[in-house]
């Protein structure tokens, strides 16, 4: 069997023809950070993580999409629904940051306890009743678009998303990824020399699992650019 080494190493077909690199501002300024998550992580398709991780009904994911919380659920007829991560009363936060778990039929918002199902319709409001001038209809949690291929979820953030086809060919491409490494064989375990700290940060974030969100993501909620530059 072909060991991970031996296909890893394999000469890769590349053009090294000159062209033209990203300078420093466009890792620093906050300008092109906004044009970057207008136009990529809330205009387009994006990978949100495994559907594995929100198999059965009830099951839900939280994560941050470039500073907006949104989470994924499972509901009770199997369907996958997005929503962002506000309550539509006061717009309080109601799930914690990359949390996970089960709800087996409603989510309840800890501000005023207002409650809703899988679906995002808005089912209890406690000491408010319905009347005339008060519709829960009218009030459900902000949807966002989901969809499933490959065995992964992606979501996209749009008011008026594009089709999901894009999703179907990332799909493929990190669905035909994950089985040539399997295929490879056993890894092998070694050791490497790394020049300085920043090459060693590299390699680490490459080692972790497929990430679903950008890493300057954190970085854009305290302010700062979304990539460190020195």
Request: charge should be neutral; include cysteine.
């Amino acid at each position: 069997m072909e060991r991970t080494t031996d296909f890893w190493l394999q000469p890769a077909e590349h053009d090294w023809r000159p062209r033209p690199t990203l300078s420093g501002r466009d890792h620093t300024s906050f300008e092109v950070w906004d044009e970057e998550r207008e136009r990529i992580w809330w205009g387009d398709w994006v990978a949100f993580g495994r559907a594995e991780e929100v198999a059965d009904p009830g099951d839900y994911v939280v994560r941050d999409v470039a500073g907006e919380s949104v989470f994924v659920v499972r509901s009770a007829e199997g369907r996958l629904n997005g929503f962002y991560n506000v309550c539509s009363h006061r717009g309080t936060k109601f799930l914690d940051d990359e949390d996970r778990g089960n709800r087996r039929k409603a989510f309840t918002c800890p501000y005023h306890a207002w409650t809703y199902d899988l679906d995002g319709r808005l089912i209890g409001t406690p000491n408010v009743r319905e009347n005339e001038l008060f519709d829960r209809s009218s009030y459900p949690l902000h949807r966002i678009a989901v969809d499933e291929y490959a065995g992964f979820v992606f979501v996209n953030l749009a008011d008026r998303p594009r089709s999901a086809d894009g999703c179907a060919h990332a799909g493929d491409r990190v669905h035909d990824r994950v089985r040539a490494v399997r295929d490879a064989g056993p890894a092998d375990r070694g050791s490497a020399r790394l020049r300085g700290r920043g090459e060693l940060e590299d390699h680490r974030r490459e080692l972790q699992r497929m990430p679903a969100l950008s890493h300057g993501a954190s970085r854009a909620r305290q302010g700062r650019p979304a990539v460190p530059f020195r």
